[in-house]
């Protein structure tokens, strides 16, 4: 990295690159609070002291700059830097996150209890009732992933978040708490990718797009939002796209798997909108003799659906961990 020393330690540019990246996704300024927070969800723990030491190396390199008590905004040379930066230190984050957050999360399906990981999206405050309205034929249709949410006004916090002011927060279930939940049932899940899904005549078709967890800095989820590429309002008439996720469980697991599913679906952070046969291709997929497939539904696709109707949202994939018992039914909420 040209801005610092060339001996700096090579653990100390990688904290400092992933911390760049944490500041590029957001559109306001960013605090060391919210990037000590998204650093532990990587799993890397800093003191708030030593982020700020860190985001003063940042500043005087120019690659960010702050803004008063608000937090640090990348710039232009940041940006530049961040797309020149090492491949190594690019590839794996969106992945390390979704395994990070599954298994910090505590829910127990049988106990009904514990936490869930929660997509956050900030909606204009005097577009909400709108937004309501567009996002209930979504969820009466099930393309989003149950319809357990969370609300919350402007100058309170949802997960720790602050809600800015003339938005509301609104909180979806996010797929990876599937992810987490099959996992504390002993239920090995390998997350594949998320992907733009055709529904023709009320069904699944196929992905006409994807992108490999694996090989995302960013949530795969949010790029297809931002990109435009779906049409839940024509999917919930039968035909048009929404996003989902696709993951693999091992053949031996499934009726473990289909069970656990049934009991998260029946109180509402849902199940699967398909599981595969073993060793059989699922929507073209191709799968392991000894594997199942699993699609889900994306829990930001009502947030989505939103989007094209023209009200911005801000929105954000895998944001943060909330008690269950703070969720409540969007029936309820309408």
């Known amino acids: 990295m040209p801005y610092v020393n060339k001996n700096m330690n090579k653990e100390i540019e990688r904290k400092i690159n992933i911390m760049l990246r944490i500041i590029s996704e957001s559109k306001k300024p960013v605090g060391s609070k919210e990037i000590s927070q998204k650093l532990s969800d990587l799993g890397i723990d800093l003191t708030e002291r030593a982020i700020r030491y860190h985001l003063k190396i940042m500043d005087r390199g120019g690659l960010t700059r702050s ?20 491949v190594y230190e690019k590839v794996g984050l969106v992945i390390s996150r979704i395994e990070s957050l599954a298994y910090q999360m505590t829910f127990d399906i049988n106990q009904k209890s514990g936490t869930v990981i929660v997509n956050l999206s900030f909606i204009p405050k005097n577009e909400f009732k709108s937004a309501i309205g567009v996002m209930k034929e979504v969820f009466k249709n099930n393309f989003g992933l149950g319809n357990m949410i969370a609300v919350a006004k402007e100058g309170s916090e949802l997960g720790g978040i602050s809600v800015p002011y003339g ?4 909180g979806t279930v996010c797929s990876v708490t599937i992810h987490g939940i099959l996992t504390k049932e002993f239920i090995p899940v390998e997350s594949k990718f998320s992907g733009v899904l055709q529904i023709e005549n009320n069904k699944p078709l196929r992905f006409t797009d994807f992108i490999n967890y694996c090989g995302s800095t960013l949530d795969p989820v949010e790029i297809f939002i931002r990109s435009k590429m779906t049409s839940i309002a024509d999917a919930v008439k039968g035909s048009g796209k929404i996003v989902a996720s696709f ?13 656990v599913l049934k009991k998260s679906e029946k109180i509402g952070l849902g199940g699967a909108l398909l599981c595969g046969k073993p060793g059989q291709t699922l929507l073209e997929i191709p799968i392991g003799m000894d594997r199942v497939g699993l699609v889900i539904c994306a829990g930001l696709n009502p947030i989505a659906a939103v989007e094209e109707i023209g009200i911005e949202t801000e929105s954000y994939a895998l944001a943060c961990l909330v008690d269950f018992k703070h969720l409540k039914s969007f029936w309820d909420i309408i």
């Open 67 to 86: 803004v008063w008590k608000a937090g640090r905004l990348i710039t232009e040379k940041g940006r530049t830097e961040l797309s020149d930066s090492s």
């Open 167 to 170: 938005k509301v927060a609104f």
């Open 247 to 259: 993951r693999e469980i091992p053949a031996a697991a499934k009726d473990n798997a289909v069970d």
